[in-house]
């Protein structure tokens, strides 16, 4: 584990839309088409993130205003964001897989191990970001790896080597960290004054390796204010499951001692 | 100015693509939306990405991917888990060695269910093992296969030495039968209610708002569709009849718990099919069993039993509706875009 905490800061502010990454994401890992449906939601035919979407390129479209010049550039916003799994410091998935094939790689990274899972659905409920899906087919569930396959051999993620204007970094965490607080006063002395870092280092999540600067509120990117880890539950649900047990156990002596002999 | 809803003349002839458009203009005006993908006649209200609908309204969560084995099988566990307590119960007291041996069986009989019913869930027979592969303590999914391989193991275990004790009596097969049933009693109790931890540690909102109680509730209709099993399978006592309305009110007041919260997060437990399912679930394993006991207990002879065994098979229902009806709610949950985003 010598190896340096790598990650993803995907800078919305550069993104041009051009779904290289989703492509490059795809071909690389031999991931199947999404098919050609398309959403009617601005430039987006894919949705979401899914088990065969590891890169998704989200298309933000504010609301053109009625009349002359609505669409001009000063009323019209149209953000792109290539969303991707956000390698939680303290992940949902790998916390509650029983199997232990969800592992942390030596780069910090969040990855199932494809022989090993087993197709329980139990990572697709337990993460905050709705990330790991169970392919239908298959029966196993399936992410994005961050390329760790690549990762080992020294080369960046495919999706960042596609990335055509920087907009995906792959680099150090802890650089990108500082890059992003740069890029931030960068953008703010620039007179951009609603992009946000997303960065939920204050929730159970306890930070991503998958960082996201955004323009305007991260929650119209599907950005949860305040993602949990399913874990913090398990405390109230075990104590509610001794009451459960007590009852039954103490119930059943009790009725029959109780009762007389059959 | 042209008629909308004039028809072309008699020259044109692709009538199937001018139908459509008057399908959509129809479904637009009626719904004041249209659900193709892609088609956005004028009028229909613009797909939005905003902080007060998130991304379109898609949802961020992913739905659970378990279809029917899943609830069936947290059905077949809860009643199982409370069978076999409720044999050791039965055994160690001493008031009824018949029905202990039925419930030895019957645990024995639920944990290879449950088992053939998570194989299924998961596609192959060799993926199951993968459970035993490691024991997390923080994974209530691996606490449960475990406790599940533990309980199929003593329950088998005590169900044969039964079997065999009932042929030859043999001392060590008798204890050794004691012992195993025992343990699957032990193993019984977090059988039967791990499962409400199971959904509720989860990020899906209406199961994680209800963590603390849904392990009782899934216990108490665990428990209350064992004993109906027990006593649809000829086994009569006030034990038994006991068991069952002490279940009976422990579910009245989760009903009320849950019926008293005020909270939008618990929606999808009072409205819609889901709403449905576990109202109906509950009501067949509260009120309406209970009543059936009580009025069963000033009852005498063979209508006595018969009001037993309809509290007996509403109670089964119940629990299975109960089950069914919670994963729909998580379901519906989900598909709420707005409650992971604090809209």
């Known amino acids: 584990m010598s190896a340096t905490v790598t990650g993803f800061l995907t800078d919305s502010t550069l993104c041009i839309g051009c779904k290289a990454c989703e492509v490059a994401c795809k071909e690389w890992n031999g991931l199947s088409a999404d098919g050609l449906n398309w959403t009617g939601n601005s430039y987006d035919n894919t949705g979401s993130v899914s088990y065969g979407t590891w890169r998704h390129v989200k298309f933000v479209e504010g609301q053109p205003k009625p009349g002359l010049g609505g669409n001009a550039a000063q009323h019209f916003s149209w953000e792109f964001s290539s969303d991707v799994c956000k390698h939680c410091e303290v992940a949902g998935c790998l916390e509650v897989c029983p199997t232990g094939a969800i592992v942390r790689t030596e780069f910090g990274g969040v990855f199932i191990q494809p022989d090993v899972c087993n197709g329980c659905g139990y990572c697709t409920v337990s993460c905050p970001f709705g990330v790991v899906q169970r392919d239908p087919d298959d029966g196993r569930a399936f992410k994005c790896t961050f390329c760790y396959d690549r990762q080992k051999v020294g080369l960046q993620p495919a999706c960042a080597q596609a990335c055509p204007t920087e907009s995906i970094k792959f680099g150090p965490l802890a650089r990108l960290q500082v890059d992003a607080k740069e890029r931030m006063k960068e953008l703010r002395s620039r007179g951009m004054h609603d992009a946000q870092l997303y960065d939920p280092q204050d929730s159970s999540v306890e930070g991503i390796h998958a960082l996201f600067i955004v323009r305007g509120d991260p929650r119209q990117y599907n950005l949860p204010p305040k993602p949990e880890v399913p874990t913090i539950y398990q405390k109230a649900g075990w104590r509610g499951a001794a009451v459960a047990a007590g009852i039954l156990a103490i119930g059943s002596i009790l009725a029959f001692l109780g009762s007389p002999k059959q | ?343």
């Open chain 2, 1 to 343: 100015m042209i008629d909308p809803l004039q028809r072309p003349s008699p020259e044109y002839t692709d009538w199937s693509r001018e139908n459509r458009l008057f399908e959509i203009r129809r479904e637009a005006q009626e719904k004041g939306r249209v659900l193709t993908p892609g088609v956005r006649p004028p009028g229909a209200p613009f797909p939005v990405a905003s902080p007060e609908t998130g991304y379109y309204g898609i949802p961020l969560l992913k739905q659970a991917p378990w279809t029917w084995e899943i609830p069936t099988y947290f059905f077949v566990g809860g009643a199982t888990g409370s069978a076999a307590m409720i044999g050791a119960a039965a055994r160690w007291t001493g008031r009824d060695l018949e029905l202990a041996r039925d419930c030895r069986y019957v645990a024995a009989v639920g944990a290879i269910v449950s088992s053939a019913l998570l194989i299924g869930d998961l596609g192959r027979p060799a993926r199951f093992l993968a459970m035993l592969r490691v024991f997390k303590r923080q994974s209530p999914m691996s606490v449960g296969a475990w406790t599940l391989f533990g309980f199929g193991t003593f329950s088998t275990a005590a169900a044969l030495a039964e079997w065999v004790n009932g042929r030859f009596d043999s001392a060590p097969v008798r204890i050794a039968g004691n012992v195993a049933e025992a343990l699957s009693a032990l193993l019984g109790l977090p059988l039967a209610s791990y499962t409400g931890v199971l959904i509720g540690a989860s990020v899906v909102p209406v199961w994680n708002h209800s963590v603390e109680t849904l392990p009782i509730h899934f216990g108490m209709t665990g428990l209350n569709s064992a004993v109906s099993i027990l006593e649809l399978m000829g086994h009569h006592s006030r034990a038994l009849s006991m068991l069952g309305m002490g279940a009976s009110t422990v579910e009245i007041l989760e009903g009320a718990h849950i019926e008293g919260r005020k909270n939008p997060v618990l929606e999808p437990l009072k409205r819609g099919t889901s709403g449905f399912l576990t109202r109906l679930g509950g009501a067949l394993s509260g009120p309406v069993p209970l009543a059936l006991r009580l009025t069963a207990a000033f009852t005498t002879g063979r209508r006595a039993r018969k009001l037993c065994r309809i509290a007996a098979a509403c109670s089964i229902a119940g629990s299975m509706l109960t089950r069914i009806g919670w994963l729909r709610a998580g379901q519906a949950s989900v598909k709420d875009a707005r409650l992971p985003l604090q809209i």
